[in-house]
């Protein structure tokens, strides 16, 4: 007899629904604080007059902002109700098709594409892609993001 998976119904019921939209403004404060962070040197998010001069016009953030706007409220609503307690962030891969500026407002939506189990050294493991669509407040497509965490 098999062990039982780890992979619940209420799991599968969310495959493939997107979530309700939930909407962040990039601020000024937000870019400060996510460059610091991460340390990033570029003039185009650091120096206002080199920014104001650029072809976007005025202070962007730089595009790997993007995967974090609304993170904390996806594993909230999403993923801690499903997983165990032990997460871990496997992977990110961003696609960008408009710049982020200060003062825009995003509006995202994420789905979970796949939820699977795998058996690792620790024990099962459930592993978790999801999928965020980010609009600006012209309703233009500014970045496609899939991630993966793992629950252990």
């Known amino acids: 007899m098999g062990e039982e998976s780890l992979i619940t119904d209420e799991m599968r019921s969310k495959i493939g629904v997107e979530s ?30 080199h920014a104001k001069k650029s072809k976007y016009g005025g202070i962007i953030a730089p595009p790997t902002i993007i995967p974090i706007i609304g993170w904390e409220q996806f594993l909230t609503s999403q993923v801690k109700s499903i997983l165990p307690e032990g997460l871990l962030h496997s992977s990110t891969e961003l696609e960008c098709y408009q710049p982020v500026r200060e003062g ?3 509006t995202l939506t994420t789905k979970i594409s796949d939820v699977r189990e795998k058996q690792g050294k620790m024990g099962k493991m459930i592993f978790v892609n999801f999928d965020t669509t980010y609009s600006n ?16």
């Not at 309700?20 to 003039?43: C, H, L, W």
């Not at 309703?139 to 993966?148: D, G, P, T």
């Open 137 to 152: 407040q012209s309703h233009e497509l500014v970045a496609r993001c899939r991630q993966k965490i793992i629950g252990y």
């Open 20 to 49: 309700e939209p939930e909407v962040y403004e990039v601020t000024k404060e937000m870019i400060q604080r996510f460059i610091q962070a991460t340390g990033d040197s570029n003039p185009l998010w650091q120096d206002e007059e």
């Open 104 to 106: 825009d407002v995003i």
